[in-house]
């Protein structure tokens, strides 16, 4: 602010005449308007310096995402989402930790001595909230399509360290009786090697609605309590 260049500017002039004057002046009238405002201005940065640890990742996640060249339709889909309106998103997070790192400098002790005199916490503090006016309303649906393209991913990597796995088939038409029907074949806890995994077929449906386990303990009760619902949870991934 003009506040903040005429304070440097009057200190360079005290350099060159050895007149104080504008300085003290100036140095007093800039640490009394940020005496006024930085209570409430450190207490916004220390809220937004806790995500500062969560934006490089997402940063870097981003870039390879968004450049990617797929052609299934979900992942077009999702990556359309973060191209929308010709906006990068990798780069504006890239601008949101950098501006971050700016704040974060604060602490530094060159930084501390002049802040009070050329307002360095509330400029990355406005220009954070300025990233926020322009780019906030579009994070929820960057970190949603980041989201579920991280699910897909991660849904890719067992399908494929794990091809003896099938895919469920899902029927949408309803018994007669009217209770939902679990049929499996074979099934295991998903994080278990296939090799000591002891598989077990079950079958839930309105003949069917209760099912007593038992057994010693560290026999694989709750075990196959977990895979069962486990892979009622990726069967609807």
């Known amino acids: 602010p003009p506040l903040a260049v005429l304070w440097l500017a009057s200190m360079f002039y005290w350099f060159a005449t ?22 409430a201005v450190k207490r ?14 997402l940063h870097r996640v981003l870039a390879v995402y968004e450049t990617q060249p797929f ?16 906006l990068t998103p990798s780069r504006a997070i890239a601008k949101l930790e950098r501006n971050l790192e700016w704040l974060e400098s604060s602490d530094n002790w060159f930084v501390k001595l002049t802040n009070r005199f050329v307002f360095w916490t509330p400029l990355c503090v406005l220009a954070i909230e300025g990233w ?17 393209f991280e699910a897909l ?4 990597n067992f399908a494929y360290e794990r091809p003896a796995c099938c895919f469920p088939t899902l029927r949408n038409d309803t018994p007669a009786s009217g209770a939902a029907t679990l049929d499996a074949k074979g099934l295991t806890h998903p994080l278990l090697p296939h090799a000591t995994a002891v598989p077990n077929d079950v079958l839930l449906d309105a003949a069917h ?3 007593i386990v038992s057994g010693p303990n560290m026999a694989g009760k709750s075990t196959l309590l977990r895979a069962i619902g486990l892979n009622v949870v990726l069967a609807q991934c």
């Open 18 to 39: 050895s007149n104080y004057t504008w300085f003290v002046f100036l140095s007093f009238v800039n640490f009394a308007l940020t005496t006024r405002f930085i209570g």
């Open 44 to 57: 916004a940065a220390v809220d937004v310096l806790q995500i500062s640890p969560l934006l490089g990742p």
């Open 71 to 86: 052609h299934a339709p979900r992942l077009t889909a999702l990556t359309a989402a973060v191209r929308s309106e010709g």
């Open 132 to 148: 926020r006016r322009r780019h906030g309303s579009r994070l929820c649906a960057w970190l949603s399509s980041v989201g579920d």
């Open 153 to 156: 991913n991660s849904l890719a």
């Open 209 to 211: 609605a209760l099912i």
